[in-house]
Nanobody
Framework: QVQLVESGGGLVQPGGSLRLSCAAS????????MGWYRQAPGKARELVAT???????NYADSIKGRFTISRDNAEHTVSLQMNSLKPEDTAVYYC???????????????????WGRGTQVTVSS
């Protein structure tokens, strides 16, 4: 079974920076896109940024120029460097892995989608 574990959330003042990391564990052959989504209280979950195995990135307009996504294909990790944070960036941030090929108890599963449990980011003075 593949698990995604996020780390790096916390409380930061406006204008500050945080770096989120996510590690996928399990017997993984490959992962298509990895990304970050967020959900603020009372709002729907929204895309923050994604990155393909080839390094193609996609960012939400609200965070362009402030956040940078990166990944390590060999280690199955994805990170999100968040700079110039604003109060409206406050949310639970979720890691996502799409199109995952992995073994579980000797059986190969292809194309599955996985989510982490989320990490809280609070931007407040």
């Amino acid at each position: 079974q593949v698990q995604l574990v996020e780390s790096g959330g916390g409380l930061v003042q406006p204008g500050g920076s945080l770096r989120l990391s996510c590690a996928a564990s399990g017997t993984i052959l490959g992962i298509g896109a990895m990304g970050w989504y967020r959900q603020a209280p009372g709002k729907a979950r929204e895309l923050v940024a994604t990155i393909t195995s080839g390094g193609v990135t996609n960012y939400a307009d609200s965070i362009k120029g402030r956040f940078t996504i990166s990944r390590d294909n060999a280690e199955h990790t994805v990170s999100l460097q968040m700079n110039s944070l604003k109060p409206e960036d406050t949310a639970v941030y979720y890691c996502n892995a799409e199109d995952v090929d992995a073994y579980d108890s000797g059986t190969l599963y292809r194309g599955d989608n996985y989510w982490g449990r989320g990490t809280q980011v609070t931007v407040s003075s």
